[in-house]
């Protein structure tokens, strides 16, 4: 990272909230030496309290000053603002500046970053994998993004240098990068971390608006709390959320829509066996997630602060490549995938879940013989 002539190379966070807090902080406790970290809010009350929570160095208020000698500009808005940022800040970028964001979805951000700013500055999305979903710049955490994926999207024409800095940035604050195409991003980011926005919305507000609510409200404890702690999220970032990632949500909606037909037929049908297996199978599944997350076999080490040769080379060449191309296809993909998900089951190798779960439906079956005799 080059810095300026006083030795210092400055870090500036537009968008002092939850994650440019956090970010803040994490850098903070990395104990980077002679780095400089300004904050910019449009909420001034943000800025300052994101100072005094000691995230930044200090706040800038005047939007051209906080990023004219900043080296890299870290943009932590909601999606639609980040368009707007761009355009506000891309005459007072400094050569060789690195820009990235931390938005949710990808494809329009770097869409943006191509139409509105310089060529002489490098643009790579970011999304870290994290947060809560209460915002604001009090909640901000130093350890929030400890072991979480920080998807990185480089942007066209952005410099080995520029990609490193990113790799680097979030290797700072404790986030494993994760390399995607965008549009590879925000497919799988609807599916994991959008559908569940959405389904604590709807959730809570099915039994919000039921007559009967008072009574049901007293009895709703841990498992509709947790269920529906996304409802309270700050609704313009997950407005904006939807909003830029239309298609894919709508995709992803319509297959759970499938999937809860398939469970309430099961229990129209009274086809306890197979509820059970689906049951058992779920369970067991989500446990071997939760204590060890698949990883992808051709993801690039970042062992270290620095990023070995070999995997620029691999971003920029034939892999990136082939990403791209995985990604063009995903919506063809996936209909594949559903029209041939009843005939295939029996054709692909069985998981330990499916395993287990048939198990379970042999015994139920024994045991069912056993009554009639």
Known sequence: ????????????????????GSLG??????????????GHDRDRGAAN????????????????????QAHIVIIATPVLAVREVMQQIAEYLQEGAVVTDTASTKADVLRWAEQLLPTHVSFVGGHPMAGK????????????F???????????????????????????VGAEPLF??????????????????????????????SPAWSDMAQMASSGFRDATRLASSDP???????????EAAVHWL????????????????ARDEALLETLARVQIEREEFLRKPPRREREPSTDGTEVRREMIDALIGGWAAERMRRAQRLPELMKEAREAAPAGEGKRPQTLGEKIAEDIRRDLEKRSGQQEK
Do not use: W
């Open 1 to 20: 990272m080059a810095k300026d002539r006083q030795g210092t190379a400055r870090i500036t966070i537009i968008g002092t909230g939850l994650i440019g």
């Open 25 to 38: 902080l994490a850098l903070k406790a990395a104990q980077l030496e002679g780095i400089e970290i300004v």
């Open 49 to 68: 309290r994101a100072e005094r929570a000691g995230a930044i160095d200090k706040a800038e208020h005047n939007l051209p000053r906080a990023v004219e």
């Open 133 to 144: 979903e209460t915002p604001g710049v009090d909640e901000a955490e130093a350890t929030l």
């Open 146 to 172: 400890q072991g979480k994926a920080y998807c990185i999207c480089p942007g066209e024409g952005a410099t080995d240098q520029a990609v490193r800095s990113v790799i680097g940035l979030a290797q700072a």
């Open 180 to 209: 995607m195409d965008a549009e590879e991003h925000d497919q799988y980011a609807a599916a994991v971390s959008h559908m569940p926005l959405l389904l604590s919305t709807a959730l809570f507000n099915l039994v919000r608006s």
């Open 236 to 246: 313009r970032m997950s407005h904006d959320i939807c909003v830029t990632n239309r």
């Open 254 to 269: 319509g297959r759970m829509q499938s999937e809860l037909e398939r469970l309430k037929a099961m229990l129209e049908d």
